[in-house]
Structure formats: C-alpha cells, structure tokens
C-alpha cells in the first residue's frame, strides 16, 4: 500500500488505492503488479519450467512456497495454473506406492488436490496456509476421502485402454435387442438419471454378455460399476463381481424390517454412493426380503446425498437386475 500511497494522487479510500487505470484490484499486491512496480509473474513460471527439468516435484512445492512466502508473486493463482503438472509431478508415485496400489490413475482435478495438500503443509510449516494467498484453489476434501477409500481406488483400477479395446471390439456385435437396452442405460447413466431395469432372458440369450459391455464402457469413462450375482458361480463370470451378499452386507436371517449390515460412514457406503451403475444378475434366485433390505439401506445411504433420495427406489441409484424371471 506504501508503494501505490507513492504515486496514487486523490485517493479516498481503500478501494481508490487499489484502482489502476479504473480497474479494482482485489489485493494491493496486484495493483502494485499492474503499476509495473513488481517482477511479471511470468518470471516465476519461467523459474518453475527451467528448475522443472533436474528438479522433483517435491523441491518445485519447496520453490513455490518460498515465493509465495517471500511475497514476491502478485498473482500466485496464474503461477499456479501454468506450473501445477511440474509441482504434481510426482504425486501419483507416493500414492501409489503408500496405497498400495500400482494401477491407480488420477484425475487432473486429484492431481491438483493432492499437491495442494502437500503445499499446504509446508505453508503450515511456515506459519502460512494457501487461504493466505488471494485466489488460490484449496484441496477438494471429498475427492480426499474418495482418494483414500481402497473400495473406491480397486473399483477406479481399471485400466481404461483395456476396458475401451474390450467395448470397441464387442460393441458391433450386439444385436438390436440389447443394443436397445444398452442405450437406455447408457443414457440413464450419462444422464445421472435415476433407473430401475429388469432384464428378462433366459440361459444363453446374452446377458453376461451385455452386462461385461457395459462395465466396460463405464469403466473406460472412469465411472464405477458394481457388479453381484445372486450366486458365487454367476459372479465369477462378471468382470470384478462379488456375491450380493457379501458386497451389500445382506443378513441370511430376513424380515420386514432387515436392513443390511453397511453403516452410512463406513468406505462401503461411500462407494455405494459413488457407484453409477449396479447389475444384479441370477436376481430372481434371491428372496424379496432380500431386495427390501437393500431398497432400505441404500434409500438410509444416500440421504447424505440428497434428504429426497429416500423417496426414490433404492435411494435413487440406477440399478439393473438380472435374469430368468420364469
Ligand atoms: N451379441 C453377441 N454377439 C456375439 N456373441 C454373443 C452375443 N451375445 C451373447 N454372445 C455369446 O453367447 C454366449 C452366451 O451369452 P451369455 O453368457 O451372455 O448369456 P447369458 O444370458 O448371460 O446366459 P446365462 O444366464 O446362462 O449366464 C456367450 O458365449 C456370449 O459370448
């Protein structure tokens, strides 16, 4: 403010001292920058890109911190913009290597909050934080507890140029009647639209066969499918299936009032609440109650969501049930 008190002529109040050439700076820094009175940030995302080609991406965090803490950036969010891929550089290794799991990918979007928090630490160490810093991202708190979650991570560990091959050379083989209930789906799905399907057939008419397209096609877009089958056996023929039971928790004593065994906080019900798509295949090997349960639990699971869920069958997932309904 010193600086601009310097040069600014009439000022009469705070605001007045932060407009340069009638525009409103939110920060004094950035009018001083706009006066031509700082270095151009784009020296600093020089300084990043260069030291980026014999540095970690640890040191490049330790390098921006210290420009952000000696005041030197007017702007520290364009910096940011231009140099997070170098300062994330090496945020999928630790992962990887701390989760335990070596397939993992991540999003630019977990990229970014992963190394958000890694930068806020060394701010915390240096009695800063990035709220500090007028305009700077903060890390996504729910993709943190996504990110942790090793239900969520096995479900996002597919490889996506697999599942993509696998669609592509199946998808021409469909025929008319599964492709129909394929793009309706799809659709549903694409269009976060709430759906319950039946899919009649039986033994040999082509189901397993839709329900692996789908996974497929789901999981190359990086969505999650959960795939049960009433039975062990029939489980085993869907790409990541489980029995219903175990993966929903289903008791084998069942009433009218059974709920199943998934606490609303619990990794489970965050995947249940993250899962695009369910296909339940040999359901009608399954006892109603069964369904019942599940309807409860999951209307229960995904009021964290939205309080109107619990209006909607099975709290208001797409969900596809499977089989010989004769
Ligand atoms: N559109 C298709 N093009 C080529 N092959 C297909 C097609 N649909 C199904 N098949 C093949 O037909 C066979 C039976 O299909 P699938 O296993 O999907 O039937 P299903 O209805 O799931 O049977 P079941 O209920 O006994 O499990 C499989 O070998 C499958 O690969």
């Known amino acids: 403010m010193r600086m601009l008190l310097n040069v600014q002529r009439g000022c009469t109040s705070f605001r007045s001292i932060r407009t340069v050439n009638s525009v409103l700076y939110d920060t004094f820094q950035e009018a001083c920058s706009a006066m031509g009175f700082l270095i151009d ?53 630790y992962r990887r290597s701390e989760l335990h799991f070596p397939g993992i990918t991540m999003t630019d979007e977990e990229l970014q909050t992963f190394c958000l928090i890694e930068i806020e630490k060394l701010l915390q160490a240096n009695g800063k934080s990035l709220r500090d810093f007028a305009g700077m991202p903060l890390p996504n708190v729910n993709l943190v507890s996504q990110f942790s979650n090793s239900l969520v991570l096995r479900e996002l560990e597919y490889d ?64 999650i499918v959960i795939n049960v089958a009433s039975s062990g056996i029939a489980s085993l023929l869907l790409p990541g299936g489980k ?22 906080d619990s990794p489970k019900a965050d995947l249940i609440r993250l899962a695009e798509l369910i296909i339940w295949d040999e359901a009608p090997m399954t006892n109603k109650l069964a369904f019942e349960a599940l309807d409860r639990s ?22 596809v049930l499977g089989g010989d309904f004769r």
């Open 243 to 264: 029995t219903a039971h175990s993966m929903f928790g289903i008791p084998i004593e069942l009433n009218e009032d059974t709920i199943c065994r998934i606490p609303k």
């Open 298 to 319: 999951f209307r229960d699971i995904m009021t964290s969501i939205s309080v109107s869920n619990k209006d909607l069958p099975f709290g208001g997932k797409i969900i």
């Open 41 to 93: 940030d784009n020296e600093f995302v020089l300084a990043i890109n260069e030291a980026a080609e014999l540095s970690s991406g640890t040191q490049l965090r330790k390098l921006f911190v210290s420009l952000l803490i000696s005041g030197s950036v007017s702007r520290p969010v364009l910096v940011w913009n231009q140099t997070w891929k170098y300062l994330s550089d090496d945020i999928i290794y």
């Open 160 to 223: 996506i140029s697999v599942m993509l091959e696998e669609h592509d050379s199946n998808f021409s083989k469909l025929n008319e009647e599964q492709k129909s209930i394929y793009d309706r789906i799809i659709h549903c799905v694409t269009n976060k639209e709430h759906g319950l399907f039946f899919i009649y057939g039986f033994g040999g008419t082509g189901k397993t066969f839709l329900y692996r397209l789908l996974s497929a096609k789901l999981r190359s877009q990086r969505r």
